[in-house]
């Protein structure tokens, strides 16, 4: 039931309150009032009031010493402390009892009236200004659908659209976010166009307008930061989509100053080739070409990771022009992560760069699929939000990023792909050397049933990719589509539905975050371990 609107106001000055009682009847509240601590309890314990003011001096008991037993009536009445004093001990003393505001004497009658219509009603205001300031950008946005979008557009919608979901996600409004839903959702199929028709021209012209692709970003974002401060820690989330970053954000603000900015993963959006184009500054079809023995069958993703650390070396070496000394570690368990933390103020007392990748949110991601538990606690795209942001909240990417902090060391946050929540089967037909992936495949006389529900690449080159034989060609899937066989049709449907994937063509897989953050205290400013 909603609290009535209501105020007990426990002042032994009660006289001299008459003025602020009557403003506050004439604005809606009732306003009943103690002279004295036990009163008040009373008062409490015989009905719910919307808030109490309690003053900090009174006979007998101070309003300090009242608040535990207000608390142990009601847990969620919101109090705030009226006091004469404005003395520093005082207001720690409130602070530390966490009061829910905090008043000095005297106070205005208006002065109370926007403290009350805060704690009461702030998140319904909140909540409203949102909702208003939503409908009026959707209409905007609905009316940008079918229309000729840039590349700089398309990030620039997707990212707002991220902010957008993790905003009204935490406002628990179910229509408005069913709305952004149905217009993401037609938004999908508008990029699985642009991409079809723009991506292979991007890497025929590499110096005409393009977005920066996974191959850029060391040049682009890395090497500048580099050159600029000297030391930086390159950090790697695998698997991170813009709202899960979106959700995280705020915990890092804190720490430093953040310039986000975005780029384009190359496709296939899967770990072996967005990550390695990162770590390498080059596309897959080059790193075969000059790494044979590193790059080997794209059936045998397991090997492909296996070069990072030489990759990203040899790309820092060629941009810089000189050797750079690059101390780089992959954290995959809670024990990793213990160990990173012991050598990680070494690493970051050196010059050069310090990459780690974190892959918890790419298990994550995966496990999910194969576990009825993680499925149930990250059944969708908000749940999936809120599991990575507890974990982050604990994580050792969190720590590293403290102790970046700590010694002003400048960071690099980004990710090699995202994911997309799967609810649409896609029957294909291929030959058994087919790749198993449900998001891509590599293999002779592949294709869709239904021809518009993939994109087909049949000139691996034009796209970046290394030949894999006579007549292999590419499947990507697109929007939220997954394939499955029609042998297995009904276990794959079951089995996949409602998975995050990756590895195929949608925003929430291409376009990615990338984000500069400088420690807000800069180093050797009489901070432990800054150096000299």
């Known amino acids: 039931m909603p609290r009535p609107k209501s105020i007990l106001w426990v002042d032994d000055e009660v006289e001299g309150l008459a003025p602020h009682r009557r403003f506050l009847e004439s604005q809606g509240f009732a306003v009943a009032q103690a002279a004295h601590g036990d009163d008040a309890l009373a008062l409490l314990r015989r009905q719910p009031y919307s808030v109490v003011l309690l003053d900090e001096q009174m006979p007998g008991r101070r309003g300090l010493e009242l608040l535990g037993e207000i608390r142990a009536i009601d847990p969620a009445m919101p109090v705030v402390m009226v006091t004469q004093s404005e003395d520093e001990v005082t207001m720690r003393e409130a602070i530390g009892v966490e009061v829910d505001d905090y008043l000095v004497k005297p106070v205005h009658p208006r002065q109370i009236l926007s403290v009350v219509t805060r704690l009461l009603e702030g998140d319904r205001i909140r909540q409203q200004r949102l909702s208003r300031d939503f409908v009026t950008r959707f209409r905007e946005l609905e009316a940008r659908r079918g229309t000729a979008l840039g590349w700089r557009e398309w990030a620039e919608l997707v990212a707002e659209l991220a902010q957008w979901e993790v905003r009204l996600a935490a406002a628990n409004e179910p229509g408005l976010c069913e709305a952004l839903r149905n217009l993401q959702v037609s938004l999908r199929k508008d990029f699985t166009e642009f991409m079809r028709r723009n991506y292979s021209k991007w890497l025929a012209s590499p110096e005409g307008d393009r977005p920066p692709l996974s191959a850029d970003v060391g040049a682009e974002f890395l090497v500048p930061v580099l050159q600029n401060s000297g030391r930086v820690l390159f ?28 780029y384009y993963s190359i496709l296939p959006t899967a770990t072996p080739f967005a990550r390695n184009a990162i770590y390498s500054g080059l596309f897959p079809m080059e790193i075969a070409a000059r790494h044979p023995d590193w790059w080997g069958s794209a059936a045998d993703e397991e090997s492909l990771n296996a070069h990072e650390a030489e990759l990203l070396t040899e790309q820092l070496a ?5 050797p750079v000394p690059v101390r780089y570690e992959k954290i995959f368990t809670a024990a990793d992560g213990a160990d990173l933390l012991r050598r990680l103020p070494a690493h970051l007392a050196q010059d050069g760069v310090t990459a780690l990748v974190f892959n918890f949110v790419d298990q994550l991601t995966h496990g999910r699929s194969e576990s009825a538990i993680l499925y149930e606690v990250a059944r969708d795209a908000d749940a999936l939000r809120g599991l ?6 604990r994580s050792p990417v969190l720590a590293a990023l403290q102790e970046a902090e700590r010694r002003g060391v400048p960071v690099l946050l980004t990710t090699d792909h995202g994911s997309i929540h799967c609810e649409s089967p896609t029957t294909v037909y291929a030959k058994r050397d087919a790749t198993a992936n449900l998001r891509y495949k590599f293999g002779e006389d592949l294709r869709a049933e239904h021809p518009e529900e ?3 690449v049949e000139d691996l080159k034009a796209w970046g990719l290394p030949a894999l034989g006579l007549g292999v060609r590419l499947l990507l899937a697109t929007e939220d589509r997954f394939f499955v066989y029609p042998t297995k049709l009904r276990e794959y449907q079951a089995r996949y539905r409602g998975s995050f994937l990756h590895g195929g063509v949608s925003p929430e897989e291409v376009i990615l975050p990338v984000a500069l953050l400088t420690p807000r205290v800069s180093a050797g400013a009489g901070r432990p371990g800054g150096p000299r």
Request: glycine share 2%; aromatic share 10%.
């Open 235 to 262: 950090l790697l989330i695998d698997c991170l989509r813009l709202d899960q970053w979106a959700a995280l954000r705020d915990l890092i603000t804190p720490l430093f100053d953040v310039e986000e900015s975005h």
């Open 318 to 322: 060629e941009l810089v022009g000189k």
């Open 388 to 393: 990575t942001r507890t974990w982050f909240e």
């Open 454 to 456: 993939a994109i087909l």
